[in-house]
């Protein structure tokens, strides 16, 4: 089933990337993954919890990509479109879609997460990179509440379609290797255009905010190589966010 990765597993675990950070330290090969059952403390973007109960996909990927540093900022870009691939293809929904910077949702409500974390060596080059990535696959409808009931459903409850975390886990790993590959060979042009075919954020009126705090909001226009966000505001002035969380309007 995996191919060339090399998988390690848990019952439960505190967080499939800081396991995957401590194997990246310790010299473990690319392709190896950390795979759980469910996360303690599983950690989103700015730290926040990420809810991973059994019945979800939690796993993180350690990559040492031959890649410029510059490019690695675009690393959860290529995680989106090859997670996008695998989701669109197993529950035949093309509503499957990116949401800047780093969401997969179904119609409006978020059913994957993904965290890129990169170190660089003494001189400057990519040493590791370890990607995050939480699927919600089978989890009910309660497993939501307060604010998250509106903003986050599975898969199952979303299309009716079951498969097993350790399904989905298969076919995202054989996705994930052809885009990997092709990242490393072609860069990220076809990835890109690849971005911009399956999301939900280009074109639409946003809201940019930094930590919960609004900085600007327009429409967003265009998506660059590194992964940054081009917005026009309703002055007609262009800002670009490498970093930050948007609202669709």
């Known amino acids: 089933m995996d ?10 675990i505190d967080s499939t990337n800081r396991r995957a950070l401590e194997l990246a330290r ?4 690319s392709g190896t993954v950390v795979v759980a059952s469910r996360q303690t ?7 926040r919890h990420w809810h991973s109960p059994a019945g979800g ?29 695998t989701l669109r ?12 910077p780093n969401d997969i949702l179904i119609g409006e409500k978020k059913i ?39 903003r986050a459903v599975s898969l199952r409850t979303a299309t009716g379609i079951v498969y097993t975390p350790d399904e989905v886990l298969r076919e995202a790993l054989t996705d994930m290797k052809i885009h990997v590959k092709d990242w490393e060979a072609n860069g990220m042009s076809k990835i890109l255009s ?6 939900n954020t280009i074109g639409r009126e946003v809201i940019v905010k ?21 917005v026009r505001g309703e002055d007609g002035c262009i800002q670009t966010f490498s970093f930050g969380e948007i609202s669709i309007r």
């Not at 403390?41 to 730290?47: T, V």
């Not at 939480?134 to 309660?142: A, E, K, M, T």
């Not at 690849?194 to 999301?199: F, Q, S, V």
Request: net charge negative.
């Open 112 to 150: 994957v997460g993904i965290l890129a974390e990169m170190a660089l060596d003494a001189d400057g080059f990519v040493d590791f990179l370890v990607i995050g990535i939480g699927i919600n696959v089978d989890l009910p409808p309660d497993t939501w509440t307060g604010e998250l009931k509106d």
């Open 41 to 47: 403390s599983g950690c989103g973007r700015r730290s």
């Open 89 to 100: 293809r197993l529950y035949r929904r093309n509503d499957i879609c990116l949401k800047w």
């Open 194 to 199: 690849a971005w911009l075919a399956m999301n």
């Open 3 to 12: 191919g060339c990765w090399q998988i390690e597993r848990h019952e439960e």
């Open 210 to 230: 930094d930590d919960g705090r609004v900085i600007w909001s327009g429409t967003a226009t265009a998506l660059s190589e590194d992964g940054s966000l081009t």
């Open 57 to 85: 996909l939690w796993f993180s990927l350690l990559l040492r990509p031959n890649v410029a540093p510059e490019c690695t900022a675009a690393a959860s870009l290529m995680a989106g479109v090859s997670v996008v691939s």
């Open 26 to 29: 310790a010299g473990a090969p």
